[in-house]
């Protein structure tokens, strides 16, 4: 059973930046996919960015440009490099994993973490 640990998530002001990290156990890392979503108080779950066995990476339009999936296959970990954070990326930030490596709109994760909170101020 593949496990999903986050980390890296924290306070941080308007404008500073936060790096996530995800650490996987128990799977075949290289082979899957990963994505990071996020759910705010009160809101569902949205896609945050997703990046694919062979490095490819979508991203939703909020983050376009300011935060950065990458994946290390010798650490089992996935990043998500946030910068310019904004009031209203304030959420509990979840890393979810894809057996098969591929990914499309629409498509479902197999293994989710528990989340790790990250909180930005004016």
């Known amino acids: 059973q593949v496990q999903l640990v986050e980390s890296g998530g924290g306070s941080v002001q308007a404008g500073g930046s936060l790096r996530l990290s995800c650490v996987a156990s128990g799977g075949m890392f290289r082979l899957d996919a990963f994505g990071w979503y996020r759910q705010a108080p009160g809101k569902q779950y949205e896609l945050v960015a997703v990046?694919?066995?062979?490095?490819?990476?979508t991203y939703a339009d909020f983050a376009r440009g300011r935060f950065t999936i990458s994946r290390d296959n010798d650490k089992n970990t996935v990043y998500l490099q946030m910068n310019d954070l904004k009031e209203e990326d304030t959420s509990l930030y979840y890393c979810?994993?894809?057996?098969?490596?591929?990914?499309?709109?629409?498509?479902?994760?197999?293994?989710w973490g528990r989340g790790t909170q990250v909180t930005v101020s004016s």
């Open positions: 979810a994993g894809r057996y098969g490596g591929e990914w499309y709109a629409g498509a479902r994760f197999d293994y």
């Open positions: 990046i694919t066995y062979d490095d490819m990476a």
